[in-house]
């Protein structure tokens, strides 16, 4: 089975412009996650996706938005991008029959801000 | 690869040693605490869970011990291997919900 897949792998955006980030879950994960690890702040929590709704959400200013597709996709959009944004964004889905926490992560997509 | 451990502590053992590694939780509510490995260039990876009414629970060269007396969980590995060269994380869950809090992480270096 394919695990996580991220799209891009790589990205360098300038302050001002919005970015559109894409992750594939494993076949059958319906549950999409997405998490902003930095070296300051460590692996937080942006939001979960569920049967395409939004079922939790983080701390994260209103410029921070996604969404689920009908094949469970997701693509997390950041807005008016800030140098502080620069991170490495991790998707990860679960198993609906499995432990909700057993996330399984995608490679992640390191977006830098310049 | 990523690097996600420019400010985490380190954790730096020979090959056969037995490493501990260490963390303080947040939430005393929090059901599952888990323990996640992050490899350079991947994302973190699922190695042990124990739930909060439990205070041990053993896996594959893998325990973890749970005090919540002081919120305190702690991972050991037996027999520390190159391979397990990594940064580990701890992570806390609420029964119910995927969302994952994590701390900040250890970064381990096992020298050959």
């Known amino acids: 089975k394919a695990g996580v897949t991220q799209t891009p792998r790589y990205l360098i955006k300038t302050r001002g412009q919005q970015v559109t980030l894409s992750c594939s879950p494993i076949s059958g994960h319906r549950s999409v996650s997405w998490y902003q690890q930095t070296p300051g702040q460590g692996l937080q929590f942006l939001f979960e996706y569920f049967s395409e709704t939004q079922r939790n959400k983080g701390n994260f200013p209103g410029r921070f938005s996604g969404r689920q597709f009908s094949n469970s996709r997701s693509e997390m959009n950041v807005s008016t991008l800030e140098l502080g944004d620069s991170a490495l964004y991790l998707c990860?889905?679960?198993?609906?029959?499995?432990?909700?926490?057993?996330?399984?992560f995608g490679p992640g997509t390191r977006l830098t801000v310049t | 690869g990523e690097s996600v451990g420019l400010h985490l502590p380190t954790l730096s053992v020979q090959e056969g040693d037995n490493s501990i590694i260490n963390c303080a939780y947040s939430n005393s509510a929090s059901d599952y605490f888990i323990w996640y490995k992050q490899e350079s260039g991947k994302g973190p990876q699922f190695i042990i869970d124990?739930?909060?009414?439990?205070d041990k629970r053993q896996g594959q060269r893998v325990t973890v011990l749970l005090n919540k007396t002081v919120k305190h969980l702690s991972l050991q590995i037996a027999a520390t291997q190159p391979g397990d060269s990594a940064v580990y994380f701890c992570?806390?869950?609420?029964?119910?919900?995927?969302?994952?809090?994590f701390g900040k992480g250890t970064m381990l270096l096992v020298s050959p």
């Open positions: 992570a806390e869950n609420m029964e119910g919900y995927s969302t994952l809090t």
């Open positions: 990860a889905s679960s198993s609906p029959s499995g432990k909700l926490y057993e996330q399984y």
């Open positions: 124990i739930r909060s009414n439990m």
